[in-house]
Each structure stands twice: as C-alpha cells, then as structure tokens.
C-alpha cells in the first residue's frame, strides 16, 4: 500500500530522474536498480538523468485504462534520454503530432491517483518547444 511517507521517500523516482549506471558494462536503467539488469553486477551509482530526449517509439492507447478515462487517449513513448531509454508518458501533445525522434522534455504533473487523499505528482514528458 503506498502512503504518503512511501511517496516522499520515492520521490527520486517518482519527480527527479534518478537512475543508475553499472560500473561494468556501462548500462544506465532507471528506475535505479541495486544490480545491474544486464550484467548483474552491484557496482553501481546513481546518476542524474538528463530531463530533455527523443522519441524513439510510441503508443496511442484509445481505450482508456481504469483510473486514466478522462485522459483517453493515452499516448505512451519509449524515450532516450542520454544513455538511458524509458517508458513514459507524454503530455501537451496531440496523438497525430508525435513522431519518431520528436524532442521531449521532462514535466512534473499531478498523478491521476490519490494517496490517502493527498495529491502526489510524477514526471511526464512533452514537446520541447523551440523559442
């Protein structure tokens, strides 16, 4: 059951794009691991990921999730983000706007969830927008 101290004491992964980096073979994964989902090694560090990416694929979900209806459709990207890749989700972007290498960067919005009645936020991603 996730309460509210889990929440703050996840907050690395839920708003700062932590991850980790093996020592060995170089693999970066985030969320960050205590092992290394490659090679298996525990030398490991946490890194700092970057906050802007690319698309490198994508998904449009039009039937809508339970808990996620008002947010049909659902567009879901596997994102690049330096040497890490991830899944998430994009936001401030219309499903036939998105396209293979599209600039994204990292957003904090409010979860769609509640938590003993309290609001908490996650990282999105949406377009970057050339000024």
Request: proline share 7%; charged share 25%; net charge positive.
């Amino acid at each position: 059951m996730l309460t509210i101290q889990r929440v703050w004491r996840l907050q690395e992964k839920l708003i700062k794009l932590v991850g980790s980096e093996c020592m060995d073979c170089g693999y970066v994964c985030y969320p960050p691991k205590a092992a290394c989902p490659r090679c298996g090694s525990r030398e490991v560090k946490k890194i700092q990921l970057p906050r802007v990416g690319k698309v490198l694929s994508y998904t449009v979900l039009k039937v809508p999730v339970e808990g996620f209806e008002s947010k049909s459709p659902l567009i879901i990207a596997l994102v690049e983000l330096g040497k890490a890749r991830i899944i998430t989700q994009l936001t401030d972007v219309g499903a036939n706007e998105i396209y293979v290498g599209m600039p994204v960067e990292a957003t904090i919005r409010k979860s769609p969830q509640m938590i003993e009645g309290a609001t908490h936020y996650i990282i999105k991603f949406k377009p970057v927008i050339k000024k």
